[in-house]
C-alpha cells in the first residue's frame, strides 16, 4: 500500500487528457499536475531548452513524494525521456511508446500518419518508436502548431479551428494513411473535430488511455499502488499568469478542478 501521489507534468493543459485516463484507470491514487504554461510552447522551442523546464518540474515533484513520474507531453517525453529515468530513482513514464505501440497493433496498410509539435516531428521520436516494433511501417508526421495554440487559448470548436484541422491533416490523407497518432497530448480535447474531418478515412490512437495503462501496469509491478479504496486527491500547479488553464481545465474535468497553485519555478533551483 503506497498512498505517495503520482506526478503528471505538461506545457499546459495537454496532458489533463492523459489525467483523465489515470484517473479512469486508477481512481485511488493522489495525483499532482503540474503544468507548465509560463514556457508554453514546447513544441517551438530547443529540445535543450525544454529538458532544462522539465528537469525543474521533475525536481518539484520529487521534492513532493511522488512515486512515478508521468511526462504527459510528447515534446518532453522526445527532449528529456531517456534523462529522466537516468536521474530519479522512480519509474518514469512517457506517452510516445504507448501510443507508437498501439498504432502499429492497429495498422493495416503499414501506413501511419502523427500530427505533433515541431519539437516531436523534428526529433523523429515516433518514427524511432514505431520502427522499433516494426520496421516496415511508413511514417508520416505533421507539426500542427496552430492547433495547439488554439486549444491553449481555450478556442475548442468552431469553423477557425475547422479549417486548419482540415488544412493540417490533408496532405495525411492524401498519402493513404490508416491510423493517425495524435502526437501531442492537447489533441485529444479537440478528439471528436478531428474526427469530423477524417470522414472515417483512419483510425485515431491517443496515447492518453494506453499511457493509463501503463502506469497502472507499472504500479502492480512494482509494488506501490493504491489500495485504500477512497477516492484519490488531486492538486494542480501551475507556472503562467494570464493561462486559461482553470477554465479549461473546468471544462475538461467538471468538478475535479477547483483551483490552481502557482509556482514559481525559478524560485524553485
Ligand atoms: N502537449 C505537448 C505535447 O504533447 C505540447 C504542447 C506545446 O507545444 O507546448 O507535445
Known amino acids: 500500500m503506497d498512498k505517495r501521489p503520482i506526478g503528471i507534468f505538461d506545457s499546459g493543459v495537454g496532458g489533463l487528457t492523459v489525467l483523465r485516463e489515470i484517473i479512469k484507470k486508477v481512481p485511488a491514487e493522489n495525483l499532482l499536475y503540474f503544468g507548465d504554461t509560463a514556457n508554453f510552447p514546447y513544441g517551438t522551442k530547443k529540445l535543450e531548452d525544454v529538458k532544462m523546464f522539465v528537469f525543474k518540474i521533475a525536481e518539484f515533484l520529487y521534492s513532493r513524494d511522488v512515486k512515478l513520474l508521468v511526462a504527459?507531453?510528447?515534446t518532453a517525453s522526445a527532449a528529456a525521456l531517456d534523462d529522466l529515468r537516468s536521474s530519479f530513482n522512480i519509474p518514469v513514464i512517457g506517452v510516445i511508446e504507448p501510443g507508437a505501440k498501439a498504432a502499429v497493433k492497429v495498422t493495416k496498410n503499414k501506413r501511419i500518419g502523427v500530427i505533433a509539435t515541431e519539437g516531436t516531428v523534428k526529433s523523429a521520436a515516433y518514427d524511432k518508436a514505431?520502427?522499433?516494433?516494426?520496421k516496415e511501417v511508413s511514417v508520416f508526421s505533421r507539426p500542427a502548431t496552430l492547433l495547439i495554440d488554439y486549444i491553449e487559448k481555450g478556442v475548442l470548436d468552431g469553423r477557425q479551428l475547422e479549417i486548419a484541422i482540415s488544412e493540417c491533416i490533408s496532405p495525411l490523407v492524401g498519402q493513404d494513411i490508416d491510423v493517425l497518432i495524435l502526437g501531442c497530448t492537447h489533441f485529444p480535447l479537440i478528439e471528436e473535430q478531428i474526427k469530423a474531418c477524417c470522414n472515417d478515412g483512419f483510425k485515431i490512437i491517443s496515447s492518453a488511455e494506453e499511457t493509463a495503462k501503463e502506469v497502472a501496469r507499472i504500479?502492480?509491478?512494482?509494488n506501490i499502488e493504491n489500495t485504500s479504496g477512497v477516492r484519490a486527491s488531486m492538486v494542480f500547479f501551475e507556472t503562467g499568469f494570464q493561462s486559461r488553464f482553470l477554465e479549461i481545465g473546468k471544462r475538461f474535468l467538471g468538478d475535479d478542478i477547483k483551483e490552481i497553485i502557482r509556482v514559481d519555478l525559478g524560485a524553485q533551483t
Open 219 to 222: 504500479l502492480c509491478l512494482q
Open 130 to 134: 514505431i520502427h522499433k516494433t516494426d
Open 72 to 74: 504527459a507531453c510528447n
